[in-house]
Nanobody, 115 residues
Framework: VQLVESGGGLVQPGGSLRLSCAASGFTFSSYAMSWYRQAPGKERELVATISSAGGRINYADSVKGRFTISRDNAKNTVYLQMNSLKAEETAVYCC?????????WGQGTQVTVSS
């Protein structure tokens, strides 16, 4: 299993970024995918989850209305569109696959929200 995130970077408060996570090594279309984030000195936080076919989506309350998770099963990729970003959302963002009771993680992509 391999998960490779991209799309992070430096953005001003109020700005937008789109993260991507390319998956390989498993049947991507069979599993839910999630995005997590971890800010310095804080615990890892679940941001959003999307079901295998994309029909069920859940968000952390803190990102509802601003973030959108989506997936393209033909491309084995999950996305996180982040709008109206806040400085406190500076963190490493990682995608996650939960397969047969085991969690798999990408290396993460740094998102820095600063003016």
């Amino acid at each position: 299993v391999q998960l490779v995130e991209s799309g992070g970077g430096l953005v001003q408060p109020g700005g937008s970024l789109r993260l991507s996570c390319a998956a390989s090594g498993f049947t991507f279309s069979s599993y839910a995918m999630s995005w997590y984030r971890q800010a310095p000195g804080k615990e890892r936080e679940l941001v959003a989850t999307i079901s295998s076919a994309g029909g069920r989506i859940n968000y952390a309350d803190s990102v509802k209305g601003r973030f959108t998770i989506s997936r393209d099963n033909a491309k084995n990729t999950v996305y996180l569109q982040m709008n109206s970003l806040k400085a406190e959302e500076t963190a490493v963002y990682c995608c996650n696959a939960h397969i047969w009771s085991r969690d798999y993680w990408g290396q993460g992509t740094q998102v820095t929200v600063s003016s």
